[in-house]
Structure formats: C-alpha cells, structure tokens
C-alpha cells in the first residue's frame, strides 16, 4: 500500500520532489508520461512536500495514520485437548524437521498432564 497520495490537483510541478529534504520523491518521464514515486523508507514524514505543493495535491495525512500491511498469513496448530493457539504450522515444521520427529500439539497443561499420565504407571509398579 502506497502512503504517499496526491490527489487530482497534482499537475507535476516537481515541486515536491525538489523540496523532499530526505530525497524519498523521485519522478521518471517515459513514453509521455511523468510518474512520480515515493520511497517510505527514506520518507521523513516532515511535510515539507505538503507545505510546498502549490496545486494542495499532497493528501499528507496518509503519511501519518501509520495502517498495518499485511505481511503474512500462516495456519495455526490448536492443543488437541483445549483448542488453545499453540504456534503456526510453519514453525511446527521447522521444529519436526530439527528434532528428526513429530511433536504432539499439546499446550503447556496438558502437555504437562500427558507427561504426568506416561510417569504414573511406573510409579504405581515401584
């Protein structure tokens, strides 16, 4: 998602471009055509862009709601007992391949109790 937005008055003066202290606006003419682009890791969110734009093109407060982009989306593993949120299946897979097994989907409880439940046998026979 692009944060820097200009709206219709924008009539490419380069006004912007030329006043960007952090040199996060750029521009490229091709094929008739001027674009204008923006780089939000070099952007300042200063304004100086905004309070020099002289058509009111540059909707500034874009810049400054700071929106969460989706980066990733990964399928959970549930406890099999309580259906708690245990970590991705990614990470699942990752833990298998380094420990050369597949682990239970347990939470920490009855992860705890299945251990518990595996010692008590032996304890009952001691």
């Excluded at 989706?70 to 299946?89: G, K, N």
């Amino acid at each position: 998602m692009s944060y820097f937005k200009v709206n219709d008055n924008c009539n490419g003066c380069l006004a912007c471009i030329e006043n960007c202290p952090a040199s996060a606006l750029d521009f490229f003419d091709q094929d008739g055509r001027r674009t204008l682009k923006h780089n939000m890791t070099k952007c300042a969110r200063c304004g100086q862009c905004w309070r020099v734009c002289p058509q009111d093109a540059i909707e500034f407060q874009h810049l400054l709601v700071g929106e969460w982009d989706e980066v990733i989306s990964l399928d959970l593993i549930h406890c099999r007992v309580c259906d708690e949120v245990l970590y991705s299946s990614a990470f699942q897979q990752k833990i298998d391949s380094k420990l050369n097994s597949t682990s239970e989907a347990l939470c920490p409880k009855h992860r705890q109790n299945a251990a518990a439940a595996k010692l008590l046998p032996s304890i009952k026979k001691a």
